[in-house]
Nanobody, 111 residues
Framework: QVQLVEAGGGLVQPGGSLRLSCAAS????????MSWYRQAPGKERELVAR???????NYADSVKGRFTISRDNGKNTVYLQMNSLKPEDTAVYYC?????WGQGTLVTVSS
Protein backbone atom coordinates (compact mmCIF):
# COMPACT_ATOMS: atom_id res chain seq x y z
CA GLN A 1 0.00 0.00 0.00
CA VAL A 2 1.06 3.59 -0.51
CA GLN A 3 2.83 5.16 2.45
CA LEU A 4 4.19 8.67 2.83
CA VAL A 5 6.12 9.41 6.00
CA GLU A 6 7.17 12.98 6.73
CA ALA A 7 9.91 14.01 9.12
CA GLY A 8 11.94 17.06 10.05
CA GLY A 9 9.43 19.45 11.55
CA GLY A 10 10.03 21.34 14.76
CA LEU A 11 10.37 24.70 16.43
CA VAL A 12 12.63 27.26 14.78
CA GLN A 13 13.24 30.96 15.26
CA PRO A 14 12.32 33.48 12.56
CA GLY A 15 15.05 33.56 9.94
CA GLY A 16 16.04 29.99 10.64
CA SER A 17 16.01 26.90 8.44
CA LEU A 18 14.53 23.42 8.46
CA ARG A 19 14.62 20.52 6.03
CA LEU A 20 11.60 18.29 5.73
CA SER A 21 11.72 14.83 4.21
CA CYS A 22 9.04 12.49 2.94
CA ALA A 23 9.85 8.83 2.47
CA ALA A 24 7.53 7.14 -0.02
CA SER A 25 6.71 3.49 -0.64
CA UNK A 26 4.09 1.37 -2.38
CA UNK A 27 4.35 2.95 -5.83
CA UNK A 28 6.93 3.70 -8.50
CA UNK A 29 8.30 6.89 -7.02
CA UNK A 30 10.31 8.04 -10.02
CA UNK A 31 7.23 8.07 -12.27
CA UNK A 32 5.15 10.51 -10.25
CA UNK A 33 5.20 14.12 -9.23
CA MET A 34 5.51 14.85 -5.53
CA SER A 35 4.09 17.78 -3.64
CA TRP A 36 4.29 19.54 -0.32
CA TYR A 37 1.20 21.19 1.11
CA ARG A 38 0.66 23.02 4.37
CA GLN A 39 -2.25 23.88 6.58
CA ALA A 40 -2.08 26.66 9.12
CA PRO A 41 -4.53 26.87 12.04
CA GLY A 42 -7.91 28.05 10.83
CA LYS A 43 -6.85 28.07 7.18
CA GLU A 44 -7.31 25.80 4.20
CA ARG A 45 -4.60 23.44 3.04
CA GLU A 46 -2.48 25.05 0.35
CA LEU A 47 0.11 23.87 -2.15
CA VAL A 48 3.65 24.89 -1.20
CA ALA A 49 5.77 23.22 -3.87
CA ARG A 50 5.66 20.47 -6.47
CA UNK A 51 8.38 18.55 -8.27
CA UNK A 52 7.65 16.61 -11.43
CA UNK A 53 9.13 13.33 -12.61
CA UNK A 54 11.58 15.32 -14.75
CA UNK A 55 12.53 17.38 -11.66
CA UNK A 56 10.71 20.46 -12.91
CA UNK A 57 9.45 22.51 -9.98
CA ASN A 58 6.86 25.09 -9.10
CA TYR A 59 6.26 27.05 -5.90
CA ALA A 60 3.66 29.11 -4.16
CA ASP A 61 4.45 32.81 -4.48
CA SER A 62 4.74 33.09 -0.70
CA VAL A 63 7.74 30.72 -0.57
CA LYS A 64 9.57 31.48 -3.83
CA GLY A 65 13.23 32.20 -3.23
CA ARG A 66 13.10 30.76 0.30
CA PHE A 67 12.02 27.12 -0.13
CA THR A 68 13.52 24.46 -2.38
CA ILE A 69 11.92 21.14 -3.24
CA SER A 70 14.09 18.26 -4.41
CA ARG A 71 13.85 14.53 -4.86
CA ASP A 72 16.14 11.52 -4.61
CA ASN A 73 14.69 8.74 -6.73
CA GLY A 74 17.27 6.30 -5.39
CA LYS A 75 15.93 6.81 -1.86
CA ASN A 76 12.26 7.32 -2.82
CA THR A 77 12.36 10.55 -0.86
CA VAL A 78 11.32 14.12 -1.49
CA TYR A 79 12.72 17.04 0.49
CA LEU A 80 11.68 20.58 1.29
CA GLN A 81 14.51 22.88 2.30
CA MET A 82 13.02 25.89 4.06
CA ASN A 83 15.18 28.95 4.65
CA SER A 84 14.46 32.42 6.00
CA LEU A 85 11.46 31.07 7.84
CA LYS A 86 8.75 33.46 8.95
CA PRO A 87 6.06 33.12 11.62
CA GLU A 88 3.48 32.87 8.84
CA ASP A 89 5.15 29.65 7.69
CA THR A 90 3.87 27.98 10.84
CA ALA A 91 1.70 25.06 9.75
CA VAL A 92 1.42 21.33 9.48
CA TYR A 93 3.27 20.29 6.33
CA TYR A 94 1.99 17.35 4.32
CA CYS A 95 3.50 15.25 1.58
CA UNK A 96 1.20 14.31 -1.30
CA UNK A 97 1.46 11.88 -4.18
CA UNK A 98 -1.09 10.20 -6.45
CA UNK A 99 -3.92 11.26 -4.18
CA UNK A 100 -2.36 10.01 -0.98
CA TRP A 101 -1.34 12.08 2.04
CA GLY A 102 1.22 11.62 4.74
CA GLN A 103 0.43 12.18 8.40
CA GLY A 104 1.99 15.64 8.42
CA THR A 105 4.80 17.25 10.35
CA LEU A 106 4.40 20.41 12.41
CA VAL A 107 6.60 23.42 11.72
CA THR A 108 6.46 26.23 14.25
CA VAL A 109 8.30 29.48 13.58
CA SER A 110 8.47 31.56 16.72
CA SER A 111 10.89 33.45 18.91
Amino acid sequence: QVQLVEAGGGLVQPGGSLRLSCAASGFTFSRHSMSWYRQAPGKERELVARIAENHGTNYADSVKGRFTISRDNGKNTVYLQMNSLKPEDTAVYYCNAIGYWGQGTLVTVSS
